[in-house]
């Protein structure tokens, strides 16, 4: 047991003088940091942008698919419209009857 300890004591020290041979960090300057941060505000603002702009987009195309659809075809696209909204209560019905499950 003497000897497990004496070879993890120098396996330490060994690492330890390796960790104080790396030198001593500064701390950044104030001034980096805050171009840093404008920097990455600046891109989180453009990706933001566009994934409005995307999300504007699908949503224009969809309204005006189903503005079409109901133009076209009233009777059918009532009939979609009555699925799709029972497909998403039985959807609901079943996420929430799983996490139930999943809790108790």
């Known amino acids: 047991m003497g000897k497990e300890n004496e070879r993890l004591e120098q396996l330490l020290r060994e690492g330890l003088d390796r960790v104080s041979d790396l030198g001593d960090e500064q ?39 189903l503005l079409f659809g109901f133009m076209r075809s009233p ?5 979609f419209q009555g699925a799709a909204g029972l497909l998403s209560l039985v959807g609901v019905g079943l996420w929430y009857a799983s996490r139930k499950q999943v809790t108790e």
């Not at 009777?75 to 009939?79: N, Q, V, Y």
């Open 75 to 79: 009777t059918a696209f009532l009939f």
């Open 27 to 65: 701390p950044p300057d104030l001034g980096n940091l805050q171009m840093l941060v404008a920097t990455v505000q600046a891109e989180q603002r453009q990706r933001l942008r566009a994934d409005l702009l995307k999300f504007w987009g699908v949503a224009a195309v969809l309204l005006t698919a």
